[in-house]
């Protein structure tokens, strides 16, 4: 569950207290957010990794996956959605 989640500039900021929420829960709590601060979830942007980040990425007119499990990957090409493959840079973890 969220304790507060709100529009800071033009990115969405949260604060989670209790469990925390995925799937079909983010999603909607996002959709609630859109229709009180009414933003063009149009031009957004969603990121996400594993399946049950499918419902947020779907809300966004732009979906982004990032190192996907094999079940989002199938769901992102079927869909045209961005697949990126972000690494660690052990340099800047090292210093």
Known sequence: MLKTIRWVDIALQDRI???ICYG???AEIV????EKENPDLSNSYAYGDDISDRYILE?????IVVNPDESLRKIAVERY???V???LNRNI???
């Open 17 to 19: 207290s209790g469990r």
């Open 24 to 26: 079909k829960v983010k």
């Open 31 to 34: 959709k609630r957010l859109a």
């Open 59 to 63: 809300s966004a007119g732009n979906p």
């Open 81 to 83: 959605w961005k697949i």
């Open 85 to 87: 493959k972000w690494e």
């Open 93 to 95: 973890v090292n210093r």
